[in-house]
C-alpha cells in the first residue's frame, strides 16, 4: 500500500498560455527527393503511430540544465506545442512556441543541442527539433529562442530539412508498416511492423549520400548475400524504440512485441544484446512501452522499465523494472539480470514513466507514483495527489464529499433563518470556483457556453473578477422560476458538475518532467504544475493516529516524558473522530462565515456544530426545511444521519476513556493540546541565496503551495477548537476529571484560554 507523501502545486497563470505562431513552409514536390508527394506518400508509407491521445514529453539539455516541453493536441494533430524552461530565468514561462505543419504529426519529437561546426548555425539556431508527420515525411529544424520568432510568421527555408521515409522504402511493393520513432542528435531512427529497424543520419549527412540509411540486422558480411534466408529467427513487431548514450556510445534499445529486448551500437551498426524478457504468466501479456535509465559513470547497474498490459477479465497494467549490468573492456558488454520489480498498477493507466538513479518516477490519470529501485519491498511506495482530487473536493465533486453534506450542514446552521440559505450556499460555491488552481479561464468559458453565454475572446478577457461572479450568478439564478434553497442548490451543483467535467478534460495530464535536481514537473493539457513533499503537519492530519509512532520526528515540542506522546495519539484520534463526523462542509460552512458578511457569527456557528455532534444533523433541521428538502432525500439522510450519530458517540466514548486514563489530570491534556497548537503556527523558511534550485521559483508557486498548507492549519485549528468546546460542553456529564478541566480553562495564565 502506498503512502500519501505530497501534491501537485498548480502554477498561476499557466492557463493564461501566450502563443506565438510559426508555420513550416511547404516545399511541395519539387524539393523532396522524389517526385513522390506528401499525399502519395501516406499512400505508401503506414505510421501505425498516428496520434489518438493528448501526447507531451521533454527533453533536457546543456548545464546548466535546459529543459524543453512539447505537447501536441489530438483536437489540432498538425500543431506542435514548445516551452522553454531555463534555470537562469523566472518560472513559470507562459509563452509558447507554436509550430504549425503542413501535415499532421506522429506523437513524437525531439529536441537537442545544435552541435553544428559552423559558428553562425549554433549561435543563431542553438537547438534542433525532429518530427515526424503520419504522411512519412521527416523533418528537422535549426531552432533560434522561442523570443526570436514573435516576427516571424513562416520559419526561414535554409533552416528546415525534410526527408520522405518513402525515398527509402519506393523500391518495395508493401513496405513495413513504422510502428515506433526514437531520435538522437544527427540520427533518427524507425522501427516496423515486421521487428526491423532502420536509423537515418538526418543532421550528419544529406540524403543522398551513402551511408544516410543503415538498416539493422542480424546478419553481417557475405550472409547477406543469401537475403531472407540469412535473417535467423523471426522477431516480432517493434514496440518502442529508446536511444541512450552509455559511455560515449550511442545505443538504440529495441523492445519487440514478443518480448525480446535488443540493443544495437549505432556506431558500429551491431548488435550487443538480445534478450528475452522473462514474464511470468506471460500469455496474453502486451509488451507495451520501454523506459531507459540514465548510464552513471560510477555505477554498473542501470535500469530498465517496461510497461506490460496483461489482458485478463479486467484490463491490467504492470511495471517490470529490470537491472542493466554495462561492462567496459575491448568491447562494451551489456546483461539483464533475471531478477526483477514488479509494480502492479491497481488502478488508472501508465500515461508516463520516468527513471532516475534511485527513483521510478509513474505517472497515471489518477496519480503520480514513486518507488525506491533495486528494492522488492512494497511498503517504499509514495503516492502524490493530482490537482483532479482538490478541485473535485473544493466543488463537492468527490465521491468521499458529497454536495447534498453541504445542503444538509447548511440547513442545520441556519434553522430559523431560511431566506439566508441561498445566499449563503451561492457565496461558497462562486468563492471556490474563482480560488487559484481550481479556476481555468477556458474551463469556465466552456462551461457557461453550455448555458448559452457566448462572448469573443476580447469580451471575455475584459472580465473582471466582479464581472465574473455576476455572470455565474445570473446563469444559476435564471435557471428556473423556483428560488427555493433546495432548487438554487441543485442548479449550483449542475453547473459545478459541468464545470469539472470540463476542468478534468482541458487539464488532462500529459507527460512528466524530472529534474536530476529533484524537480518533478507535471505537463498537462493547458497547463504546467510542480509536484511538493507534504509539510509535517499535513503528514500528522492524514496518517492514521495508530501510524504516528514518533511524533517528536514531526517537530512537536513535547517533553521527555512518554505519556506526553500517547495522550497526543488519544487527542488526535478524538480530532479525527470529530472531523470525519462533521465532514468537510463543516469548515467550508466556518470559514464562509469568517470572511463574509456574518450572518451568523463564527462564535454561534462553534455552539450548533456541537449540537449536531450531540444529537446529529437531523435533529437541528426544522420540519418546514425537511418539507423544502424533500421527502425522499431528507428521510434518506435522517437514516445515514442516525447510523453516523451511533458511530461517532461510540467511537468518541471508547476514545475519551482511553483519553482519561492516559492523562492523570485535564491539565496534562491541555498542555498536549497547547503544543499541538504551537506546532500549528506557520514557521518562516528562509531559503538561502546559494541554495541549488532547480528553477527560479516564482512567488505565485510559493503563494500556492502556501495556501495548500494554511488550508490544512485552519481545518486543523477549527477541529481542535470544536474538540476543546466539545470536553467543555460534557464536563458535567459523568466525566471525573471534568471539574479540573473547567478551572484549568479559567486560568488567566494560561495560553491555552
Not at 505562431?21 to 508527394?37: I, K, Y
Request: proline share 4%.
Amino acid at each position: 500500500m502506498s503512502i500519501r507523501a505530497g501534491m501537485e502545486v498548480p502554477i498561476i497563470g499557466t492557463d493564461s498560455i501566450k502563443f506565438i505562431d510559426v508555420s513550416v513552409p511547404d516545399f511541395g514536390d519539387a524539393d523532396l527527393s522524389t517526385t513522390t508527394s506528401a499525399t502519395a506518400t501516406a499512400a505508401s508509407i503506414t505510421i501505425k503511430t498516428s496520434l489518438t491521445e493528448d501526447y507531451a514529453s521533454s527533453s533536457v539539455i546543456g548545464d546548466p540544465p535546459l529543459s524543453f516541453i512539447w505537447r501536441i493536441h489530438k483536437s489540432q494533430p498538425k500543431t506542435l506545442e514548445l516551452l522553454q524552461l531555463s534555470a537562469n530565468k523566472d518560472f513559470p514561462v507562459t509563452t509558447w512556441l507554436r509550430i504549425t505543419f503542413p501535415h499532421a504529426l506522429c506523437p513524437f519529437a525531439y529536441v537537442c543541442q545544435n552541435q553544428s561546426q559552423m559558428p553562425a548555425f549554433s549561435t543563431t539556431n542553438p537547438y534542433l527539433l525532429y518530427a515526424l508527420t503520419i504522411s512519412g515525411v521527416v523533418y528537422l529544424i535549426k531552432l533560434r529562442n522561442i523570443s526570436a520568432y514573435s516576427s516571424l510568421p513562416v520559419l526561414p527555408r535554409d533552416e528546415v530539412t525534410q526527408f520522405s521515409l518513402n525515398d527509402r522504402y519506393s523500391s518495395n511493393s508493401e513496405p513495413a508498416a513504422i510502428t515506433s520513432v526514437a531520435a538522437t542528435a544527427g540520427c533518427l531512427a524507425v522501427g516496423r511492423i515486421d521487428g526491423s529497424v532502420a536509423h537515418f543520419q538526418l543532421g550528419l549527412l544529406h540524403h543522398s549520400t551513402p551511408g544516410f540509411v543503415n538498416e539493422l540486422r542480424d546478419d553481417s558480411g557475405i550472409g547477406r548475400l543469401w537475403g531472407f534466408m540469412s535473417r535467423g529467427r523471426v522477431v516480432g513487431a517493434v514496440q518502442d524504440l529508446v536511444i541512450s548514450e552509455a559511455h560515449g556510445l550511442k545505443l538504440l534499445f529495441v523492445l519487440h512485441s514478443d518480448g525480446m529486448l535488443r540493443v544495437w551500437n549505432l556506431s558500429l551498426h551491431n548488435k550487443i544484446l538480445s534478450h528475452a524478457l522473462g514474464i511470468p504468466n506471460s500469455e496474453g501479456v502486451t509488451f507495451a512501452r520501454l523506459w531507459v535509465g540514465e548510464f552513471n559513470e560510477d555505477a554498473s547497474i542501470t535500469p530498465l522499465a517496461v510497461l506490460c498490459r496483461h489482458d485478463l477479465e479486467i484490463r491490467r497494467e504492470m511495471i517490470h523494472v529490470y537491472h542493466l549490468h554495462c561492462t567496459l573492456g575491448d568491447k562494451t558488454v551489456l546483461s539483464v539480470e533475471s531478477s526483477m520489480q514488479d509494480i502492479p498498477l491497481e488502478e488508472g493507466e501508465c500515461i508516463d514513466v520516468k527513471l532516475t538513479s534511485d527513483k521510478i518516477w509513474i505517472l497515471k490519470d489518477n496519480g503520480l507514483l514513486s518507488h525506491k529501485l533495486f528494492h522488492i519491498d512494497m511498503e517504499d511506495a509514495c503516492c502524490y495527489t493530482l490537482q483532479e482530487e482538490f478541485v473535485a473536493e473544493q466543488l463537492f465533486q468527490s465521491s468521499k464529499l458529497s454536495s447534498d453534506d453541504l445542503l444538509w450542514t447548511t440547513y442545520s446552521i441556519y434553522s430559523s433563518m431560511k431566506e439566508n440559505i441561498v445566499p449563503f450556499v451561492s457565496s461558497i460555491f462562486i468563492r471556490r470556483l474563482l480560488l487559484p488552481g481550481v479556476h481555468h479561464n477556458g474551463v469556465l468559458r466552456s462551461t457557461l457556453l453550455d448555458y448559452h453565454r457566448h462572448w469573443t475572446d476580447m469580451e471575455f478577457q475584459s472580465l473582471t473578477v466582479d464581472g465574473l461572479k455576476k455572470e455565474v450568478c445570473s446563469v444559476i439564478e435564471n435557471q428556473g422560476v423556483s428560488e427555493s434553497p433546495m432548487s438554487i442548490f441543485c442548479h449550483w451543483k449542475n453547473f459545478c458538475a459541468h464545470y469539472y467535467h470540463y476542468w478534468c478534460k482541458n487539464n488532462s495530464p500529459c507527460g512528466l518532467l524530472v529534474q536530476s535536481a529533484g524537480a518533478v514537473c507535471l505537463v498537462r493539457k493547458n497547463s504546467v504544475s510542480l509536484f511538493r513533499d507534504l509539510e509535517n503537519i499535513e503528514m500528522i492530519i492524514d496518517g492514521s493516529s495508530d501510524e504516528l509512532v514518533d511524533l517528536a520526528s514531526f517537530g512537536l515540542d513535547l517533553s521527555n516524558d512518554e505519556s506526553e506522546h500517547g495522550i497526543l495519539l488519544e487527542v488526535l484520534r478524538c480530532i479525527i473522530n470529530m472531523s470525519q463526523h462533521l465532514g468537510k462542509p463543516a469548515s467550508a460552512v466556518f470559514y464562509e462565515s469568517l470572511i463574509s458578511t456574518p450572518i451568523v457569527s463564527s462564535e454561534e456557528i462553534v455552539p450548533r456544530f456541537l449540537k449536531i455532534l450531540e444529537t446529529g444533523y437531523s435533529s437541528s433541521v426544522s420540519s418546514d426545511h425537511i418539507t423544502d428538502l424533500g421527502g425522499s432525500f431528507a428521510w434518506e439522510k435522517e437514516l445515514a444521519d442516525r447510523k453516523s450519530l451511533r458511530k461517532f458517540s461510540i467511537d468518541m466514548l471508547l476514545s475519551l476513556h482511553t483519553l482519561s486514563k492516559k492523562a492523570t489530570s485535564w491539565s496534562k491534556v491541555l498542555n498536549v493540546i497547547e503544543s499541538y497548537l504551537q506546532f500549528l503556527v506557520p514557521r518562516r523558511i528562509i531559503q538561502k541565496l546559494n541554495a541549488e534550485m532547480s528553477f527560479d521559483i516564482n512567488n505565485s508557486i510559493l503563494i500556492q503551495a502556501t495556501s495548500q498548507i494554511a488550508k490544512v492549519i485552519f481545518e486543523s485549528a477549527l477541529d481542535v477548537l470544536l474538540f476543546v468546546s466539545y470536553l467543555l460542553k460534557i464536563s458535567g456529564q459523568g466525566y471525573n476529571n471534568a471539574p479540573m478541566l473547567c478551572t484549568y480553562t479559567q486560568d488567566p495564565n494560561s495560553s491555552s484560554c
